[in-house]
């Protein structure tokens, strides 16, 4: 059995504050190809690279995105200080437009993009998904919008993007059904989520990712599962991996 792709769960999140360029670029200068970043909205519809609506968890403001405006962002640090105390002083909230620059240094690379629900439940699918493609076209056709909301990312193939990926909020028959009529690229799923007693899964178009993965065993055993990517925070530690590292590629 081939062995997974690895996809970096929002850059090395493991040693840098998530979703920032540091986090992004140090994952992508250790060899990473495939990352995942999530992008949610400011109060004036700027797309920053962020994973929680309220900011509190990775910043320490107990503020939301969506009431914010871009440029009130600049004094806001994201240094995670219960994970990395007083290490990252100078780590802001980047730009999608930032974000994307940084990929265009690495041609090899590909761009997991999770458009978070927050930002379509604010400005609508219209709004958002026009946003996302004219800023990511320089390297659209290296990219895969990956979210939760199905009509999103369906919507999504007639604005721009050639590749779309659905996040699994179960793994059960409903889910089957709705995968089968939107028929992603990628499927997405916790691991968690996947019974025990399974030994196979759901045949389709699309190839299979899990996240949170930071064991080389388990990534073994997803693969022989059907699984072909597995995220993980932990991207370096994985690509040194002996069993993955002639494999391996970082990611949404």
Known sequence: MDQPTLIAHRGYAKKF????LVAI????????????????FTKDAIPVVLHDANLKRTTGTNKRITS?????????LVNEAKIHPKKFANVGIPTLASVIELFQQYPNSHAFVEIKQEAIDAFGIETVIKTLAKICEPIIDRCTLIGHDSLALRCSRAMGFQSIGWIL???DEESMITATELAPDVLF????KIPKNATSLWKGPWKWAFYEVTDARHAIELSDMGAAYVET??????LKSKRLKKHACVEA
């Not at 504050?17 to 920032?20: H, I, L, S, V």
């Open 25 to 40: 670029n140090a994952a992508l200068k250790a060899g990473a190809k495939c990352i995942e970043f999530d992008v949610q």
């Open 189 to 192: 799923c916790n691991h968690t």
């Open 17 to 20: 504050p998530e979703n920032t």
């Open 233 to 238: 925070m932990a991207i370096v530690e994985m």
């Open 68 to 76: 914010m405006e871009f440029a009130k962002l600049g004094d806001i």
């Open 169 to 171: 909020k179960k793994y």
